[in-house]
């Protein structure tokens, strides 16, 4: 008979390892804990051990278990979760299985409550099941806590908050104008930008103080400051009375202040974004960056998605319109506040909208994973691409019909296969259309 090889007793070929709120466990298919590592008894401490190795580190004081672990001799070693294998696998040397279905591993984590009453190692299972609630919502909390660190946050909420002082300062630049044009209405069509209007009623009063002098001291250029001096000595407003005019320049003085404001944001939020999107912050710039993160949800978010997701961001309605009901669909969403798109032809909106996209689809991850900062030159790269489109497709193209009207299907020959049709004889048939192609015409006899 062969020799017997001896066996260290203490050795276990399979064994499968849990983690819970009380600690650490090697258990056996049995049942039995072979080992342990249990975490403190205060439910705070408790989870930031749990925390620490859910996040694929095992803590400092454990070094003596893994020492246990590894003099067992386990030839395969069971886990659940990915972050137990991603530890253990760098500290054993024997084969390390990560099975998430293994029905074993799943009931030995039911047992788990009683098996710890067994051993004494809770009181009994109501207190058991007392912890994991504590140790549960430390570790909610503390996953809140980490969440609003993300600077990301900040720089959605500080965009939002300029969305919001847009929305206010329009409303209140229309009333202001609407109540200035009952004394000055020809000011409304020589005025274009909001704050330069405010500026002028709020440092010249009526319409006798606007002469060409005093509008060029006030920044207004010198032919635009002769029409409006102009426009004022024969204006056909009402007087304004003083106690009006004093409330309206109070009015002007309080929106003038929110412009500041605003202005302050925008600065806030380049500095923030440079933090944490530089890249894509070197694309399209910080608001529209920040924008983009407002209307995703973060900077993680908008690293997951296609390029071509992120071309129609903030078109959904216009998609899903195109899903239903066959319309065009949409070419941009958001990122067509991006100058080198709007300022562009029709035709060319589109192209230029995919090349942006892409470009900030790249930018993007290499923000939220940890890329170099390469802004400059992703930001020239984009510059030249447009130059190329624009050099490329200078002139309109033929426009394309689109709509539920009929066009004649290409025609194919094919040749006859009996005798009957007779040999080479060629037979020209429509080509078969797609079942929405029929529908929309209104045809539903099939095509032979």
């Known amino acids: 008979m062969p020799k017997r090889l001896d066996r260290d007793p203490r050795a276990i070929l399979k064994a499968y390892l849990v983690d819970s709120p009380a600690g650490l466990f090697l258990l056996e298919k049995t049942g039995k804990i072979a080992e342990k590592a249990l ?34 001799g ?26 998430e279905r293994d029905e074993t591993i799943s009931k030995l984590r039911n047992r788990l409550p009683n098996m710890l009453v067994r051993f004494r190692i809770v009181e009994s299972k109501d207190d058991y099941e007392k912890l994991v609630h504590e140790v549960s919502m430390e570790l909610a909390q ?3 806590a980490e969440t609003g660190t993300k600077r990301d946050l900040y720089a ?49 009063g009526t319409r006798d103080s606007f002469s060409q002098q005093s509008l060029v001291e006030l920044g207004i250029p010198q032919e635009r400051s002769r029409l409006i001096s102009e426009a004022a000595q024969k204006s056909s ?29 925008e600065k806030y939020t380049d500095k923030i ?40 961001l903030g078109a959904e309605k216009a998609l899903f319109r195109t899903l239903k009901t066959g319309a065009r669909p949409p070419k941009h969403g958001i990122i067509f506040q991006y100058a080198a798109i709007h300022q562009s032809p029709r035709w060319l909106r589109g192209r230029i909208a995919r090349a942006v996209a892409g470009k900030l689809a790249i930018a993007a991850r290499m923000d939220a994973f940890g890329g170099s900062n390469e802004g400059d030159k992703m930001r ?16 309109q193209p033929p426009k394309k019909k689109h709509g539920t009207e009929w066009r004649p299907a290409p025609q194919k020959v094919r040749r006859g296969l009996s005798d ?29």
């Open 39 to 72: 975490f403190p008894r205060n439910p705070k401490d408790a989870a930031v051990k749990l925390n620490e190795v859910r996040r694929g580190q095992l803590p400092a004081e454990f070094s003596e278990f893994a020492n246990r672990l590894s003099q067992i």
């Open 74 to 99: 386990l030839e395969k070693l069971t886990v659940d979760n990915e972050y137990l294998a991603r530890i253990f696998r760098n500290i054993l040397t024997s084969e390390v299985v990560l099975d």
């Open 142 to 144: 503390a996953s809140i």
């Open 156 to 204: 959605i909420q500080t965009v939002r908050c300029i969305e919001d002082l847009d929305k206010v300062l329009n409303l209140l630049a229309g009333r202001i104008r609407e109540w200035y044009g009952l004394h000055f209405p020809e000011l409304d069509r020589l005025v274009e930008k909001h704050d330069s209007y405010i500026r002028l009623v709020q440092g010249l």
């Open 237 to 265: 407003g009402a007087d304004l009375p003083q106690p009006d005019l004093l409330w309206l320049q109070e009015v002007c003085t309080t929106v003038l202040q929110m412009y500041k404001l605003r202005e302050t944001a």
């Open 273 to 312: 974004m440079l933090e944490v999107a530089p890249n894509m912050t070197g694309v399209l710039g910080a608001v529209l960056s920040a924008k983009i993160l407002s209307m995703a949800g973060g900077l993680e978010n908008v690293a997951k998605m296609p390029a071509s997701t992120i071309q129609v």
């Open 380 to 395: 020239a790269a984009l510059e030249k691409k447009v130059s190329d489109l624009k050099d490329r497709y200078q002139g």
């Open 420 to 448: 009957r049709e007779g040999r080479g004889r060629e037979t020209r048939y429509p080509q078969p259309s797609t079942g929405r192609d029929r529908l929309r015409r209104g045809n539903r006899q099939s095509w032979r």
